[in-house]
């Protein structure tokens, strides 16, 4: 008996989640029980960490989040908010006593709320029509400022005549006279502006500040409590400019503003130093190219004084904070592929904190991650690997220690495929290009298997060492897959960023390729049974790739650009694109515009092609793929074209969406796969 005891100890010390859990293989439907951490918010004195903790509902395909508090050792780990519902962007009070935060939890209407953290007594703060934006507390704890949204009435000059009682008419026409008049995600745009506005902790009506035509950023508060500092356009010519933003400032009983920077480029993300003499900003002086690095600036609080601290640090600043003093600041940053935190001194020396920050993206393997700081200097981070979405983290300057492990639950008995970094030399040029192959689950590198090339979108944008659960979901059904950071990416420099300046897509391809070749080298990758896809801009190189070559055996173009002529007309942002990815407008250079154009090359296509997209995408629109469906259909190449209803270029707006897109890519390999 003593024996059969030992013996269930043992096992349940090793399977501490109980019986009967068998090792077994990612399945579609385990995408709504993934969770991640995302917003870590330290308190001033670092002793406590708020995070927002999100997951799905498979009931209703939402995506929900709650907040949770944890103690800055890890212990104590508990939710501050529950329900089905979203609660998000919590903001500690500088007292540490409270926090602010976004929740739709009365009548799935969004509200500033108030929370006592001694008590976790709750009230809403606002009841307005409009969700309150980004929200900053004054150093004294007793106001609020934040930007929002105030609609106005979009004008006509169509007088429609009045139609006789009773009768039932269409809706009136709509007027349209801006260049911007909608965007991904956001539909056809309501006519107003961002505004600012302050609020007594009490709650009340909240004060308006300025009623201009232009969107105002989020605001940070001066020492002074009379100040209010923020980033915005300006311009007369905003809509022509679209990154040419400055920081201002404002005071808060008499509206006067004021600007801070003067220079042509954006400056923006405001970040006062602890004795609120100086402004930390980021921006760069722009020289309209396609991808420049985002610089890290310091200037007086009047605006005197602005100095490049950034200046010999080749890589994007992507967030950052003040250290204790006031001498320096800490920031995160992306270098090859790898997400990280440092500190900079005001001279612009730069040492790294840790690595391993990430795992934002659940769908496909974008770097991204948040991180805050306390006075004392320490620090909470979201950590991701390929194991696994982003978790919480804490860390000072001498350690780091993860916090959290949200998904045990899933991946205690869940087998994923295995990632590992290679790099190569392109054909095109012999530069180094990184990238990383998944293998499946249970992988025998005797045996052959299928392989899918996947390509990141941007293109200005980079893939990491961080989970996706797209890829881990390819390499369940057996596939090897190859992802990679081609010329163009972010994380290797301005230099590299830009070898696709005006020239996009190109020797991408030959990047592409090479890693194809260095994979095959292996000896496990079956050459008769490539395959390739990618999204946005990946979706450009997949039409572009079977436009070159026909070694794949079948292609999904996720919400591809197919004809930039009828994209940089069509798109969102309609001033960007021609601008800064072009040089000139398609009128004044057509032949660069078709030799670009994946369309230009489809009567060279013979390799199977699916097309996918949103069908309310206005970033890359369902026109592009409708005309590459057309073409291929003209061309009597085999197509077939998958519309997600309800969606726009971020396709996994709800957990099916997602679901949907791995499956219609499966099924369409799986059609044209070979079977040994």
Same mark, same amino acid.
């Given at each position: 008996?003593?024996?059969?005891?030992?013996?269930?100890?043992?096992?349940?010390?090793?399977?501490?989640?109980?019986?009967?859990?068998?090792?077994?293989?990612?399945?579609?439907?385990?995408?709504?029980?993934?969770?991640?951490?995302?917003?870590?918010?330290?308190? =001033?004195?670092?002793?406590?960490?708020?995070? $927002?903790?999100?997951?799905?509902?498979?009931?209703?395909d939402r995506n929900l989040s709650n907040l949770w508090i944890i103690n800055f050792d890890g212990s104590n780990n508990r939710p501050l908010t529950t329900g089905n519902h979203n609660d998000f962007s919590p903001k500690w009070s500088h007292d540490g006593k409270k926090i602010v935060f976004k929740s739709n939890m009365a009548d799935d209407k969004m509200k500033l709320y108030l929370m006592w953290l001694d008590t976790k007594e709750t009230m809403a703060? #606002? &009841?307005?029509? *409009?969700?309150?934006?980004?929200?900053?507390? @004054?150093h004294d704890d007793k106001f609020l400022a934040f930007n929002m949204f105030v609609p106005e009435a979009n004008k006509s000059i169509i007088k429609m005549p009045g139609k006789p009682e009773g009768a039932k008419w269409n809706d009136p026409p709509k007027y349209i006279d801006k260049m911007n008049y909608r965007g991904d995600g956001a539909g056809y745009y309501k006519g107003g502006n961002s505004q600012l506005f302050t609020l007594p902790i009490s709650g009340g009506t909240p004060k308006q500040l300025t009623f201009s035509e232009f969107d105002h950023g989020g605001p940070i508060w001066a020492k002074d409590g009379n100040h209010l500092f923020f980033?915005? &356009?300006?311009?007369? %010519?905003?809509?022509?400019?679209?990154?040419?933003?400055?920081?201002?400032?404002?005071?808060?009983?008499?509206?006067?503003?004021?600007?801070? #920077?003067?220079?042509?480029?954006? %400056?923006?993300?405001?970040?006062?130093? =602890?004795?609120?003499?100086?402004?930390?900003? /980021?921006?760069?002086?722009?020289?309209?190219?396609?991808?420049? $690095?985002?610089?890290?600036?310091?200037?007086?609080?009047?605006? !005197?004084? !602005? *100095?490049?601290?950034?200046?010999?640090?080749?890589?994007?600043?992507?967030?950052?904070?003040?250290?204790?003093?006031?001498?320096?600041?800490?920031? !995160?940053?992306?270098? *090859?592929?790898?997400?990280?935190?440092?500190?900079?001194? /005001?001279? +612009?020396? $730069? %040492?790294?904190?840790?690595?391993?920050? +990430?795992?934002?993206?659940?769908?496909? =393997?974008?770097? +991204?991650?948040?991180?805050?700081?306390?006075?004392?200097?320490?620090?909470?981070?979201?950590? +991701?690997?390929?194991?696994?979405?982003?978790?919480?983290?804490?860390?000072?300057?001498?350690? @780091?220690?993860?916090?959290?492990?949200?998904?045990?639950?899933?991946?205690?008995?869940?087998?994923?495929?295995?990632?590992?970094?290679?790099?190569?030399?392109?054909?095109? %040029?012999?530069?180094?290009? *990184?990238?990383?192959? $998944?293998? =499946?689950?249970?992988?025998?590198? @005797?045996?052959?298997?299928?392989?899918?090339?996947?390509?990141?979108?941007?293109?200005?944008?980079?893939?990491?060492?961080?989970? @996706?659960?797209?890829?881990?979901?390819?390499?369940?059904?057996?596939?090897?897959v190859l992802y990679t950071n081609p010329r163009g990416s972010t994380s290797y420099g301005e230099e590299f960023g830009n070898l696709i300046h005006h020239d996009y897509p190109n020797h991408d391809y030959e990047d592409l390729m090479s890693g194809v070749d260095a994979l095959l080298e292996k000896g496990y990758v079956d050459e008769k049974n490539l395959f390739v896809t990618g999204g946005s801009g990946g979706g450009v190189l997949t039409a572009w790739i079977v436009g070159k070559t026909d070694r794949f055996k079948a292609a999904v173009v996720a919400k591809p650009v197919i004809n930039w002529t009828s994209f940089v007309l069509y798109a969102d942002g309609v001033q960007f694109f021609s601008k800064y990815w072009f040089g000139k407008k398609p009128w004044e250079d057509p032949e660069n515009y078709m030799r670009r154009s994946p369309l230009t090359y489809v009567g060279n296509v013979t390799t199977p092609t699916m097309l996918l997209t949103g069908e309310e995408d206005y970033r890359t629109p369902i026109a592009e793929s409708e005309q590459f469906y057309a073409a291929l259909k003209l061309e009597n190449v085999e197509t077939a074209m998958v519309r997600i209803p309800g969606a726009g270029h971020g396709i996994a707006n709800k957990p099916s969406n997602l679901i949907a897109k791995i499956a219609a890519v499966l099924a369409w390999f799986d059609k044209y796969k070979e079977d040994e």
């Open positions: 008996m003593k024996k059969l005891l030992a013996t269930i100890l043992l096992f349940v010390a090793i399977n501490p989640l109980g019986f009967g859990q068998v090792q077994s293989k990612l399945e579609l439907l385990d995408i709504f029980n993934m969770e991640y951490v995302s917003d870590p918010q330290i308190s =001033p004195d670092g002793s406590k960490i708020i995070y $927002v903790r999100n997951f799905k509902d498979v009931m209703t703060l #606002t &009841n307005t029509p *409009q969700s309150p934006g980004s929200v900053s507390w @004054s980033s915005a &356009n300006f311009h007369k %010519d905003e809509e022509f400019e679209p990154a040419d933003s400055e920081i201002y400032s404002i005071n808060v009983n008499t509206g006067e503003t004021t600007p801070l #920077t003067d220079r042509y480029g954006p %400056d923006g993300s405001p970040v006062l130093s =602890p004795d609120g003499s100086k402004i930390a900003y /980021l921006g760069y002086d722009d020289r309209l190219q396609g991808y420049q $690095v985002t610089r890290l600036y310091v200037m007086n609080t009047d605006g !005197s004084d !602005s *100095q490049l601290i950034s200046g010999n640090f080749d890589r994007d600043v992507e967030d950052m904070a003040w250290n204790s003093k006031g001498n320096g600041l800490y920031f !995160s940053y992306t270098d *090859q592929g790898m997400g990280k935190l440092g500190t900079m001194s /005001l001279s +612009g020396k $730069v %040492d790294e904190i840790t690595d391993g920050l +990430g795992g934002l993206s659940l769908g496909r =393997p974008y770097n +991204g991650a948040s991180f805050s700081a306390s006075t004392n200097n320490k620090f909470a981070y979201t950590i +991701g690997d390929t194991s696994h979405p982003s978790d919480l983290a804490a860390a000072d300057t001498k350690s @780091s220690k993860r916090l959290t492990n949200v998904n045990e639950d899933l991946f205690s008995f869940k087998k994923l495929g295995n990632v590992e970094e290679m790099w190569w030399e392109s054909s095109y %040029d012999q530069r180094k290009i *990184q990238g990383w192959v $998944v293998t =499946p689950p249970d992988f025998d590198p @005797s045996k052959k298997y299928p392989m899918i090339l996947e390509i990141h979108g941007g293109p200005f944008t980079s893939y990491g060492a961080v989970y @996706s659960a797209e890829i881990q979901a390819y390499a369940a059904e057996g596939y090897v």
